[in-house]
């Protein structure tokens, strides 16, 4: 199964000034891909992901930009340094799940070359700085059109 999955992750009005940036790749041996500085504003994010069958059957995910175990699939959003910014005061990721998404949504979304998975997550953490560690609470991801924002 070669099924490449559409994603689009909205960062909703993180911290102005800041370097956010894709994670691609694991380790220390990573690229960071779709750099944007924060204007105070939604930032956007689009990647696709292999889709693939687990051992249980279940919808599991592959790629670049696919990190942890079967149980635990994940993307990271690198903030600061980890987006490439060397000078930044931030040393921060952000970890948005894969788990959880519902096999009609992956097969809707399949079949229309119109349609994404997308969530949405908080920008700004509860410390008034970019938000970091695994998204809670996190709204998990719908269908949406496939259309440009403006």
Known sequence: MN???PLRIILE????????ALQSGSGSKFEVVQKQVSVADDLVFELSV??????????DFAGPFVQGNKE????????GKFAGNADSDWSRRLKIPLKDIETGAIEKVIADYFLVLETKVPGTGSDGGPNSATV??????HVA????RI
């Open 3 to 5: 099924i490449q999955l």
């Open 13 to 20: 009005k993180p911290p102005a000034g800041i370097d956010f």
């Open 50 to 59: 292999r889709l693939k069958r687990g051992e249980n059957g279940l919808p």
């Open 72 to 79: 635990g699939r994940f993307i990271y959003i690198g903030i």
């Open 136 to 141: 809670k609470p996190f709204a998990g991801w």
């Open 145 to 148: 059109d496939m259309k440009i």
